[in-house]
């Protein structure tokens, strides 16, 4: 929980109090847990502001289990031939607990290059256009479960209230998409769509973030249609190859 939590904000870092109150422990637990951490190099402390960050092992570690689970590599001539189909900014998002992480950005050739995502940027499930079509894919009663337990964060990233973004959310998931105008990045919008496996669970989402203008009219129903040809393409990397 701790490494979730960091990796949460390891732009900016976290205090010692900040992880008291998210993981509501006492505080020289939470600190004697931090200390192996540190001890582990699986976190770090900035020596100057005392905030704590993910440590160099961490990165060690997801090199060494990107070999097993690189969705990234298998997904990235998809994402490429999307992002040179429409010219825009896609990106690939999957599911950590009630997170969702950006796994790949590809750009396109669009002279106006939107980057909302960089790699390995976490947002809680529901924020931005991937992160609520991700989310629509799951039962209702879920997602209005993770909606108001990450209230406060939804809130950070100009999301609206709980009930509002719920419908919203339940929009997307009767269209099949989600579409939405960024708060902090004027006259940008981004669509996007979830992505099953061949189980038709839910394992990822795409989505293409471009100048508003580009997503309208005709421009918007071309890339969704390209976002679902994409998505289906992903899934049936997920079929099981018949034996021999």
Same mark, same amino acid.
């Given at each position: 929980?701790? $490494? ?12 010692? *109090? ?12 939470? @600190? ?10 699986? !976190? ?6 005392? =905030? ?12 060494? /289990? ?12 998809? +994402? ?11 990106? $690939? ?9 950006? $796994?790949? &950005? ?5 002279? !106006? ?10 947002? %809680? ?15 209702? /009663? ?19 209230? %709980? ?11 009767? +269209?099949?998409?989600? !579409? =939405? ?8 919008? /981004? *669509?996007? !769509? ?7 669970? %839910? ?10 203008? &580009? ?14 040809? @994409? ?14």
């Amino acid at each position: 929980m701790i $490494l979730r939590h960091l990796a949460s904000r390891n732009r900016d870092g976290l205090r010692l *109090i900040d992880l008291v109150d998210a993981l509501q422990l006492e505080q020289p637990t939470v @600190h004697r847990m931090l200390k192996s951490l540190v001890a582990e190099s699986l !976190v770090m402390q900035d020596p100057q502001n005392k =905030r704590y960050f993910l440590g160099r092992s961490m990165y060690e570690l997801g090199l060494a /289990a990107s070999q097993r689970f690189d969705f990234r590599s298998l997904c990235s001539p998809i +994402l490429s031939n999307l992002a040179r189909q429409t010219g825009d900014t896609v990106f $690939l998002t999957s599911r950590s607990g009630d997170e969702s992480v950006c $796994l790949a &950005r590809h750009e396109g050739t669009s002279p !106006v290059k939107v980057f909302t995502l960089a790699l390995g940027d976490r947002r %809680p499930l529901g924020a931005g256009a991937s992160s609520m079509a991700l989310l629509s894919a799951y039962p209702l /009663a879920e997602i209005r479960q993770i909606i108001f337990s990450n209230a406060e964060r939804l809130a950070e990233f100009g999301e609206p209230e %709980p009930e509002d973004l719920f419908r919203r959310v339940e929009k997307a998931k009767r +269209l099949g998409y989600s !579409v =939405r105008d960024l708060p902090h990045f004027e006259g940008i919008r /981004a *669509i996007g !769509v979830p992505v099953f496996d061949f189980e038709a669970q %839910p394992i990822a989402a795409i989505s293409i973030s471009t100048l508003t203008a &580009r997503l309208t009219g005709h421009g918007f129903d071309e890339r969704l249609h390209l976002l679902r040809e @994409h998505a289906d393409q992903i899934r049936k990397l997920t079929e099981p190859t018949s034996g021999g």
